[in-house]
């Protein structure tokens, strides 16, 4: 699968990319929503994208919105929040999102998650 990682928090992103690459996945990352916009419009089609909500200059929800419109594919988006606030959990699911995990993430439930979706279990 390939995955592009979006988060402005250096240590998740590493860790991300180790424990995704480690299990076979193409991990791509960013350190900003501009940067994971741009690898998204100049790479070839993801097949999941997981991104962090609060970020600088454009936040996970933009993110999420402007992939919708980029491209006529649709391609699903796990966010990432450190606040585990009802409104936002239910905003992204609205704008929908695949799932939304909170800081500090479960990697394990992460995988999971991204295993029932290569199985085609959870894809909207």
Known sequence: MKILVVDDDIMLLKSLHHSL???GH????AQDGLKGLDIYNRETDFDLIISDIMMPDISGFTLLNTVRDVKNKF???ILISA???ANEISSALDMNAEDI???????EKLIAKIQLMEEGKNYK
């Open 21 to 23: 690459s480690g299990i």
């Open 26 to 29: 193409n991990v791509h990352t």
């Open 75 to 77: 391609v699903p988006v």
């Open 83 to 85: 606040l585990d606030k």
């Open 101 to 107: 995990f909170t800081k500090p993430i479960d990697i």
